[in-house]
C-alpha cells in the first residue's frame, strides 16, 4: 500500500531482507504489556549502540511529529518490537535490549545510520485528539 510505504522503511528492503512479524493478542487475553496496533506513524534513525555484558542501549533519533508522544518509561514500537523507553531527549530516545530481543528480532543486526520503522503510543494519541488543536500549548 502507498501509506506503508510512505510511513515505513519497507520500500527500502530486498528480496531475502528479515523483517520482524508479531501477531497480536487475542481478544480476551491478559493485557500483560504495551498497547501497540502493528501500525508505522513514521521512521527514526539508529544512532549508536553502547553494548554491555547483559544488555544494549540502542539511542534511535525520532522526527519532531512523533517526538510528542515518546515519555521516558513509556512504550514505543520500533521495527514492530513493543519496548519500553528508557531515556528521551528533544529528537532521540533509548531503549535497552536484551539478549533474546537482539537475537531473535531484526535489532540485533541494526547498525548506526539504519532506518527503523516507529508506532508511537496510540493513547496519547487519542488523548491529544480528544483535547483538541491547542493541548500541547501548556504542556512542557
Request: glycine content about 14%; overall charge negative; aromatic content about 4%.
Amino acid at each position: 500500500m502507498a501509506e506503508t510505504l510512505k510511513r515505513s522503511g519497507l520500500g527500502a528492503l530486498g528480496v531475502g531482507s528479515r523483517v520482524n512479524l508479531e501477531r497480536p493478542m487475542a481478544v480476551g487475553g491478559r493485557l500483560g504489556g504495551h498497547i501497540v496496533q502493528g501500525h508505522v506513524d513514521g521512521t527514526g534513525t539508529v544512532l549508536d549502540r553502547t553494548p554491555s555484558e547483559h544488555w544494549e542501549l540502542v539511542r534511535v533519533g525520532l522526527p519532531a511529529h512523533l517526538a510528542r508522544y515518546v515519555v521516558e518509561k513509556g512504550s514505543i514500537t520500533v521495527d514492530g518490537v513493543s519496548l519500553t523507553v528508557v531515556e528521551v531527549g528533544d529528537d532521540w530516545f533509548t531503549v535497552s535490549l536484551i539478549p533474546t530481543t537482539l537475537d531473535l528480532t531484526t535489532l540485533g543486526i541494526k547498525k548506526s545510520g539504519d532506518p527503523v520503522n516507529l508506532e508511537v503510543d496510540v493513547i496519547a494519541k487519542y488523548v491529544e485528539r480528544l483535547l483538541g488543536p491547542n493541548a500541547g500549548e501548556n504542556v512542557k
